[in-house]
């Protein structure tokens, strides 16, 4: 006889899971269509059949070091099959959501994006610290050409956003940890460091999307995104640290390089932000599976763009009167993209790599798995009556 495994149920946890997924995670039945349609779901590693019981039974401890939520590319190919309606690709959102808010560092900024309340004073905090050091002599303005750093001087800026960056990079270190221990205390075990560089290459090609038949249309949206905003990040920061040390004299020429370089990273993001956007606007489904956490940063992201390049723009037609207003609101919306880092979706990239790393291995073997029957038996201890379709212990 198979061993008896004791279950503790977290109603809270369903409760949050079911919210942040739209309401519809009672309604699956296990019929394992969603698996069966799933072309990323492996046989060691299946989903989200597996995942979305164990959510309706509050399997908190579970769930969150399963690596097989983040394998999940949210393609949507489960929910447009699902014939009851149950949004399996919202719940792997949802618990992906639950994750990062458990894994974050200090624990009660998990929740700092989840809902509008707390998103919103976020990026307030982020604009009256932006305010505060921009309030210099009105007399600075009397120089020309207008420059941005007249009213925002780097010598104030640079160290405050690096001072940010700084809690930034303790904060996802510390997450990352709690990341991996989750991992192997669910049972991941393959090596994490070597299989890091095809992870990364597998996610930088979006491979995996071109899988998926729903989300074919996310894909260039998403190619266009990470790539727009990995160039602006690497730009900005080559130029922070280059400003600091003397190495760069800012501000830049018009024709720099650098300059460049970033306007069309920012229109790149732009362009992928939108068609992001219009996918959820004109697709029912993702519409309505669509969080506040999803808008927030889209919002974020494509804000960052737009103002930008308006305050690029602007700069070069030299009107003061939108210049300095619209290149504040590009400083607050970038230090609060910052300070969200570790608690927003910007953290999947990190999380994801690491699990499609620990998990290579597994990835290679031939096949698509379906839930097989067996495995052991399941005693909930509120009680019996868990289904016996839970698949293999993982």
């Not at 976020?122 to 303005?141: C, R, Y």
């Not at 221990?181 to 491979?207: D, K, M, S």
């Not at 519409?287 to 602007?314: K, M, P, Q, V």
Request: aromatic fraction near 10%; glycine fraction near 8%.
């Amino acid at each position: 006889m198979a061993d008896a495994l004791m279950l503790q149920p977290d109603p809270e946890f369903v409760r949050e899971v079911n919210a942040n997924s739209g309401g519809e995670l009672k309604k699956c039945f296990q019929c394992a269509t969603c698996t069966s349609v799933c072309s990323l779901s492996t046989e060691a590693r299946p989903f989200p059949r597996k995942q979305v019981l164990e959510a309706q039974w509050g399997l908190k401890d579970r769930l969150l070091g399963d690596p097989a939520i983040w394998l999940c590319h949210d393609c949507a190919d489960c929910t447009a099959r699902c014939p009851r309606g149950a949004r399996p690709s919202a719940v792997m959102d949802a618990l992906r959501m639950a994750a990062i808010r458990r894994m974050a560092f200090p624990r009660f900024m998990g929740s700092l994006v989840g809902d509008m309340e707390t998103g919103l004073i976020v990026l307030f905090i982020s604009a009256l610290l932006l305010l505060a050091i921009a309030l210099l002599p009105i007399s600075k303005f009397a120089v020309r050409p207008f420059v941005f750093a007249q009213m925002f001087p780097k010598d104030r800026l640079e160290p405050m956003f690096f001072a940010v960056g700084a809690f930034v990079v303790l904060a996802l270190t510390i997450g990352t940890v709690r990341f991996i221990r989750a991992l192997r205390a669910a049972g991941a075990r393959g090596p994490i460091l070597p299989a890091l560089v095809p992870a990364l290459l597998e996610i930088l090609r979006h491979r995996r999307f071109g899988n998926c038949n729903a989300g074919q249309t996310r894909r260039l949206g998403h190619l266009l995104t990470l790539y727009g905003f990995v160039g602006l990040a690497a730009m900005g920061t080559a130029v922070g640290i280059g400003s600091m040390f003397g190495l760069i004299d800012t501000p830049l020429p018009n024709l720099y390089p650098l300059k460049i370089f970033a306007n069309v990273c920012a229109l790149v993001l732009v362009i992928g932000i939108s068609i992001l956007v219009a996918k959820r606007l004109t697709d029912p489904e993702k519409r309505a599976g669509s969080s506040f956490c999803d808008w927030y940063f889209l919002a974020l992201l494509g804000g960052i763009g737009l103002t930008g390049i308006l305050s690029e723009g602007l700069r070069l037609a030299q009107s003061l009167d939108w210049m300095f207003f619209i290149y504040y609101v590009h400083l607050s919306l970038v230090l609060t993209l910052f300070l969200c880092t570790p608690y927003s979706k910007f953290v999947h990239f990190l999380y994801r790599t690491i699990a499609m790393a620990a998990t290579w291995q597994e990835s290679k073997s031939p096949g698509r798995g379906q839930l097989r029957p067996g495995g052991p038996e399941v005693v909930s201890s509120e009680g019996p009556g868990l289904p016996h379709v839970m698949g293999t212990r993982s």
